[in-house]
């Protein structure tokens, strides 16, 4: 069935370095795409988003670029402090006329950021 | 995000008792998600609620599960006779009727069945 992996169960960064965490889907008629953060007890974050006419979207120390050819999604986070220690999730969708629904997510990737 | 309330937020039950987790959405959110996520894992969609409707149910098991959202008061999901395999962490998600509205979660219902 339709699918989004990530390549990377666990990554471990210097604080002060920056961070990539990459994600593979397998819907190509996906369109939307989320990255969200979970730490423990707590629920999804909302990090970035990025539509599939674009193929990089900045935020603020984050970074979403979409390689739709290989169907590739990657989180780049700059200058890691110890409150990006979490779990990494990207999710797809395809957007319909009304509200965003379903939501698929990858298994996670943990960053862990090493003083 | 604090602005979806679920409670409780530990729920534990014996094998066969129901489970009630409630959902709260962010005021003006007239969409409800619930997700289940279990441990070292990603979140799986269930269910997807308008008020008094619901729109999608193919990620909720065919027996024992069911969800609401009435016009007054929260979202429930319910769990009757539980297994232990239903033991997971329960999220729910609120969003606008707008398009292309990001969600918002909850903290999640941890639910453990002994």
């Known amino acids: 069935g339709e699918s989004v992996g990530l390549h990377l169960p666990t990554l471990s960064v210097q604080e002060g370095d920056n961070s990539i965490i990459n994600c593979a889907y397998s819907n190509s008629a996906s369109d939307y795409f989320i990255w969200y953060k979970q730490e423990s007890g707590k629920g999804p974050q909302f990090i970035i988003d990025i539509r599939s006419n674009m193929d990089k979207r900045q935020g603020q120390r984050v970074t979403v670029l979409l390689n739709k050819t290989v169907k590739h999604l990657s989180l780049q986070i700059a200058a890691t402090q110890p409150g990006d220690s979490a779990v990494y999730f990207c999710a797809e969708n395809i957007l319909r006329d009304f509200g965003n629904e379903k939501l698929t997510f990858g298994t996670g990737t943990r960053l862990t950021i090493i003083p | 995000n604090a602005g979806v309330m679920q409670n409780p937020r530990h729920l534990v039950r014996r094998r066969g008792q129901e489970a009630r987790l409630r959902c709260s959405p962010m005021k003006g959110h007239s969409h409800v998600y619930w997700y289940r996520q279990l441990p070292e894992e990603g979140l799986k969609f269930m269910v997807y609620l308008q008020k008094e409707n619901i729109i999608d149910e193919s990620g909720m098991p065919k027996e024992r599960f069911s969800a609401e959202f009435p016009k007054e008061g929260p979202s429930i999901l319910r769990i009757q006779q539980v297994v232990r395999g239903d033991s997971a962490a329960y999220f729910c998600?609120?969003?606008?009727?707008?398009?292309?509205?990001?969600?918002?979660f909850g903290s999640g219902t941890q639910l453990s069945v002994l």
């Open positions: 998600a609120s969003s606008t009727p707008a398009s292309n509205e990001k969600l918002f």
